[in-house]
T-cell receptor, first 111, second 116 residues
Framework: KQEVTQIPAALSVPEGENLVLNCSFT??????LQWFRQDPGKGLTSLLL?????REQTSGRLNASLDKSSGRSTLYIAASQPGDSATYLC??????????FGTGTRLKVLA | ETGVTQSPTHLIKTRGQQVTLRCSSQ?????VSWYQQALGQGPQFIFQ???????GRGNFPPRFSGLQFPNYSSELNVNALELDDSALYLC???????????????FGPGTRLTVL
């Protein structure tokens, strides 16, 4: 059974810091891994999608890496801003047409 | 192209009541998935509908049921509501053409259900 874990559960950093969010999964047989952002009480916004054959994806200040063999992904946020404050969720798909999510990392960037 | 929409935005019910949540899929998508997200948790897969048929189900009791209509919109019905059913309910639409290539689902804004 696939399980997804995110560490840390919460993170508070001063504005301008570079930070790394971690995601681990127990079954390496995934199709892809996706990082989402969720603002309080809102739906999910897709940030980056990494196919199982890829090692990383970049979008602006965000960079996500994937190491399937070790069951790990990291989301790197450069030069953090208060507007980055949100919960970040990672999810994997394994060809069963559903996402399996982690519990998220709550990020607060202090001005 | 319109995105995924859900209604209502918020809903308050009491224990034992029944509720129906609605979802309109993104244009061109014939697959809808439903997720339950309890406070402080990640979303949990409830079930998926493809061409009006259930196409996979998570670990939820039978009082959670669904429908998909010919226009691919969908309903989630929950009977005999319990306090633990209080959550954000998310629907996501996708196209089978994407599975195996991008496996991408597009999420709606969610319906916040409170059970008192």
């Amino acid at each position: 059974k696939q399980e997804v874990t995110q560490i840390p559960a919460a993170l508070s950093v001063p504005e301008g810091e570079n930070l790394v969010l971690n995601c681990s999964f127990t079954d390496s047989a995934i199709y892809n891994l996706q990082w989402f952002r969720q603002d309080p009480g809102k739906g999910l916004t897709s940030l980056l999608l990494i196919q199982s054959s890829q090692r990383e994806q970049t979008s602006g200040r965000l960079n996500a890496s994937l190491d399937k063999s070790s069951g790990r992904s990291t989301l790197y946020i450069a030069a953090s801003q208060p507007g980055d404050s949100a919960t970040y969720l990672c999810a994997v798909t394994s060809g069963t047409y559903k996402y399996i999510f982690g519990t998220g990392t709550r990020l607060k960037v202090l001005a | 192209e319109t995105g995924v929409t859900q209604s209502p935005t918020h809903l308050i019910k009491t224990r034992g009541q029944q509720v129906t949540l609605r979802c309109s899929s993104q244009s061109g998508h014939n697959t809808v998935s439903w997720y339950q997200q309890a406070l402080g948790q990640g979303p949990q897969f409830i079930f998926q509908y493809y061409r009006e048929e259930e196409n996979g189900r998570g670990n939820f009791p039978p009082r959670f049921s669904g429908l998909q209509f010919p226009n691919y919109s969908s309903e989630l019905n929950v009977n005999a509501l319990e306090l633990d059913d209080s959550a954000l309910y998310l629907c996501a639409s996708s196209s089978p053409l994407d599975w195996g290539s991008t496996d991408t689902q597009y999420f709606g804004p969610g319906t916040r259900l409170t059970v008192l």
